[in-house]
């Protein structure tokens, strides 16, 4: 596994230590790490080890969304991912890869790994599973076998897809069937925000490739959304499909869903709204709790996760019952361990990282409060995206001020799971307003009738026991 969602614009610089933050494991750790999680890795475990297969499991890394990924750090990666290949040890490769990586001094981080695989070894069978997110390039697709992406957003299927691929491949192995792909870019450019499965456009494309896996020969058929946030010429929407030795078929679908993501390319651009009106709705909204979504802040996208216009706005708008979802801020979550629980304190939050690329400075929030709670950042996921797989936010606390907690940590999250509240003791479903920084948290279902944009982010009334079943 080597994942990165890479923003070129992030002064997030993205090293080894990055990975190492995240998830980065070596040998036998992968399996124990990743075995019986809801990660594509995990589903390819899970197969060899029922075919009795010998499991070579070199890295499995992933860092979250940031800037460019350092030279090193990308090629440390990769060697380590090549050396049982080139040892000649190794039967069929499967990976577990995000598809937006870009690296200082390669625009195309998966094909180039592809590439060099291929070089090793022209025939190896090769599966890969990607992100939805995918900016999906000629050399990604000429270089492997059988490729498939997430169907869901926020992705809680990457096991399901996992498996999908894993079989294909495994058939193409065991002799039964001799998988064939076709590919092609769409010339939209999509935003992360209009790429909801639940909600249209992406509902429709991604139930257009259900219909095909069932209803034709099409083994797997993906719709791409891509990644907006990186400067190459390979960013945008695009597809792929898997047939059994029928290229006309795989070429007939992909034309399919190539002409349907072009018929709705104008619901995939995203209309912003002031913050301020955003929270003047909420207000008037008489349902809890209501998401709002600082989406530009997002970790997830590359943000800092430091930026503190919004949470100002929110604690200036005079909101109640307000839970925070997090703020980056290692210097501040420091001074609160030290402080202790329940004392109150001084910090300037925030604001410690600038931005280059659009020319802006950090500016801090100075606000005095309580600590409520201070942990050392560890918890396992139980909600339904990364399930079973241990995070780690750092030396971690929770600062109160007025009516509102706030979540601070020392290592860059994305919020896409309530454990993030409830693991650091605040109840989400007794909160009257939860502040993400993130883009689209719910899952599947969750999503109430219509669409209500209320920025910040997206804002509705749902039932948060279903983004943790545990809570």
Sequence with gaps: MMKHETNSFSPVKTD????????????????????????????????????????????????????????????????????????????????DLHGAMTA?????????????????APDMPIAVTLDMHTNLTEAMVANCDVMIGYKSYPHTDMYD???QIAEVLWDKIEGRADPVMAWGPAPVLAQTLCMGSDDEPMKSL??????????????????????????????????????????????????????????????????HRPVMAALKEAKERNVAPIVLLDHADNVGSGGTSDVMTVIKSVIDSGLQGVAVATVFDPEAAAQM????????????????????????????????????????????????????VEVNTGSTAVFETGGVKIVVTSVHHEPWDAGIL???????????????????????????????????????????RQLNPHL
């Design 422 to 464: 409830s693991e650091n003791g605040i109840d989400p479903l007794a909160c009257r307003y939860i502040l993400l920084k993130s883009r689209d948290p719910l899952p599947r279902g969750l999503r109430p009738p219509g669409k209500s944009d209320l920025h910040a982010g997206w804002t509705g009334r749902h039932d948060l």
């Design 337 to 388: 361990h030290a402080a202790g629980e329940g004392a109150e304190i001084t910090v300037d939050l925030g604001g410690k990282l600038a931005m280059p690329s659009l020319g802006l400075k950090g500016q801090p929030l100075r606000l005095t409060g309580k600590v409520l709670k201070v942990t050392d950042g560890r918890w396992i996921v139980r909600g339904p995206m990364y399930t079973g």
């Design 161 to 163: 897809v996992g498996r």
């Design 206 to 271: 991604q139930e257009a490739t259900r219909r095909e896996e069932k209803e034709t020969p099409i083994l797997a058929a993906t719709v791409f959304g891509g990644f907006p946030m990186v400067d190459v010429e390979h960013a945008g929407a695009s597809v792929v499909t898997v047939a059994d030795d029928d290229p006309a078929a795989a070429e007939a679908c992909r034309d399919r869903l190539l002409s349907q993501v072009w018929s709705v390319h104008e619901g995939l651009v995203y209309e």
């Design 104 to 120: 200082e001094h390669l625009p195309d981080g998966e094909g180039h790994l592809l590439q060099r695989i291929r070089e090793i």
């Design 16 to 95: 080894l230590a990055r990975f190492e933050a995240w998830g980065l494991h070596r040998n036998e750790a992968v399996l124990d790490a990743y075995r019986g999680t809801n990660m594509p890795i995990a589903a390819y475990i899970e197969l060899a080890e029922q075919r009795g297969a010998e499991l070579v499991t070199p890295v499995a890394a992933e860092a979250m969304p940031s800037g460019l990924v350092e030279r090193e750090a990308y090629e440390t990666l990769v060697e380590w991912i090549l050396a049982p290949i080139e040892a000649g040890d190794i039967d069929a490769v499967f990976l």
